[in-house]
């Protein structure tokens, strides 16, 4: 993964600590290792195989009638607990799309009270003003939102038509509710024709972001 803003703009931003152990983003309670050694790692869960797209890059096979061998609200937060106590110092709930599973609002605020920095990667669709709102109060530190074109390039790449403008409305009420949200790209040679166009539009969105990330997947995927 690229981070575009770290890239292009050398702008520090609140996860670098994280990353790469500078300080200067991490907020007054967090504590910057000083060796790389001394990093605990950073964990992307995917919480659910639920999803109400069909991404052709999707790499666990998630859908909407995809049978989800989760975990139930207890055995998550059991996880949680484990994630805390090994001093992980943040937790990204991924998926398939973490947003369908009805208790993610119970699961935010527990990590968040475990002292872990609490992360949403999203295709942002099914996020209405009322969960924007939501997201903030619960002291969510990031939105991912996921973007691979524009318009109908973006929507033959999700599988569904309409993601790019629910995805849109997303990152807006997200704005609104002033949570901090980033734009993130796989790209493919069904996108890579768009890229300028994304990046016209992330200009113009440029209240957005302050981090966006270029992912692009191996060669030898189906997608590519």
Not at 42 to 70: F, P, Q
Request: proline share 4%; aromatic share 8%; charged share 25%.
């Amino acid at each position: 993964m690229i981070n575009i803003s770290k890239l292009y703009c050398d702008q520090l931003t609140p996860g670098d600590w994280l990353r790469y152990g500078i300080a200067g983003g991490e907020k007054t309670s967090e504590i910057v290792p000083k060796k790389a050694s001394e990093r605990k790692p950073i964990i992307v869960w995917n919480i659910t195989s639920k999803c109400n797209l069909k991404c052709v890059h999707c790499y666990n096979d998630s859908g909407a009638n995809t049978k989800s061998n989760e975990p139930t609200t207890q055995e998550a937060r059991a996880v949680l607990d484990d994630l805390a106590a090994f001093g992980v110092p943040s937790v990204l709930f991924s998926g398939g799309e973490p947003l369908t599973r009805k208790d993610l609002f119970e699961l935010i605020p527990y990590a968040v009270d475990k002292g872990l920095r609490t992360v949403i990667s999203t295709n942002g669709t099914l996020i209405d003003a009322d969960k924007a709102r939501q997201i903030k109060k619960m002291g969510v530190s990031y939105v991912g939102i996921s973007l691979d074109g524009i318009g109908e390039v973006n929507d033959r790449f999700r599988g569904v038509e309409g993601a790019f403008d629910a995805a849109v409305a997303g990152i807006r009420n997200c704005m609104d509710a002033g949570v901090r949200v980033g734009l993130r790209l796989t790209l493919t040679k069904r996108n890579a024709q768009d890229i300028e166009g994304w990046f016209d539009f992330f200009g113009k969105e440029d209240r957005t972001c302050s981090v966006t990330t270029l992912r692009t997947p191996r060669a030898d995927r189906r997608w590519t």
